[in-house]
């Protein structure tokens, strides 16, 4: 299930731009079975699956983030300074993995001993303890796929009310991103709807199917209804990336 899912998430890097054929690397078992024997952990079977699949190379999924094998030292250095850093009260226990970080200031773990597919967490510099992320791994990496074609059409609607509206951009700015995390707090309900559903299906739901079943369900949601009579884009609104 593992493998198939991180095959569907590769296609659609793939399809959509993000990385090309050459651009994806994964790594050898015997890379995997001497890296859990390095760190002296039994890595979950989601987590294993993908870095089969993008353990060295992922195209530009993971632009600015230290990822993979490669990158675990560096994420568990940045994890360990941020800690200590703050005198946090929650200190980097023995069964977290510190899979990624970006530029120093955060990063994100699971724990080894939370299934299969465990959940994500996000660890904050200003934070003292860490906050639940995504409720699995595979859902993670399938909305970091997502996002990377969301980030731009999203960038550019900041700046298409900046350049309508600027006598009051701020003002409009801080409206746009009250609207994104009403629909972000929409879409992680989805998220988590899904894991379970997919638990119970013994499958995992991919990125094409997710975008579906968002285009299906947000148009319900008054929020949806309140974008399109004030002409906003629609987050995530889209199915096939050149529609983005």
């Known amino acids: 299930m593992y493998v198939e899912f991180m095959s569907t998430i590769s296609q659609y890097l793939i399809d959509t731009g993000i990385s090309t054929a050459d651009n994806i690397r994964g790594c050898t078992e015997s890379e995997i079975d001497h890296f859990q024997r390095r760190i002296s952990q039994n890595l979950p079977l989601a987590f294993i699956?993908?870095?089969?699949?993008?353990?060295?190379?992922?195209?530009?999924?993971?632009?600015?983030?230290a990822f993979g094998i490669a990158g675990f030292d560096v994420a568990r250095e940045v994890a360990l300074e941020l800690t200590k850093k703050q005198d946090s009260p929650w200190q980097l226990p023995e069964n977290v993995?510190?899979?990624?970080?970006?530029?120093g200031y955060q990063f994100l773990f699971f724990y080894t001993d939370d299934g299969n597919d465990p959940s994500v967490w996000h660890y904050l510099e200003e934070d003292s303890e860490p906050t639940h992320?995504?409720?699995?791994?595979?859902?993670?990496?399938?909305?970091?796929?997502?996002?990377?074609?969301?980030?731009?059409?999203?960038?550019?609607e900041i700046c298409r009310e900046i350049r309508l509206?600027?006598?009051?951009?701020?003002?409009?700015?801080?409206?746009?991103?009250?609207?994104?995390?009403?629909?972000?707090?929409?879409?992680?309900?989805?998220?988590?709807?899904?894991?379970?559903?997919?638990?119970?299906r013994d499958r995992i739901t991919g990125p094409l199917e997710m975008q579906q079943i968002w285009n299906q369900e947000f148009p319900e949601t008054?929020?949806?209804?309140?974008?399109?009579?004030?002409?906003?884009?629609?987050?995530?609104?889209?199915?096939?990336h050149r529609d983005a």
């Open 165 to 200: 509206h600027r006598d009051n951009w701020i003002d409009r700015k801080k409206m746009l991103d009250e609207y994104h995390q009403e629909a972000s707090q929409i879409r992680r309900s989805l998220i988590a709807r899904l894991v379970q559903s997919d638990i119970e």
């Open 222 to 240: 008054e929020l949806y209804q309140k974008l399109v009579a004030e002409q906003k884009r629609i987050p995530w609104g889209w199915t096939d």
């Open 49 to 65: 699956a993908c870095l089969h699949e993008f353990g060295h190379k992922c195209g530009h999924l993971m632009d600015g983030d």
């Open 133 to 156: 992320s995504v409720p699995s791994f595979t859902a993670w990496l399938r909305e970091s796929a997502i996002n990377v074609i969301e980030s731009k059409p999203w960038n550019d």
């Open 97 to 103: 993995i510190p899979f990624q970080e970006h530029q």
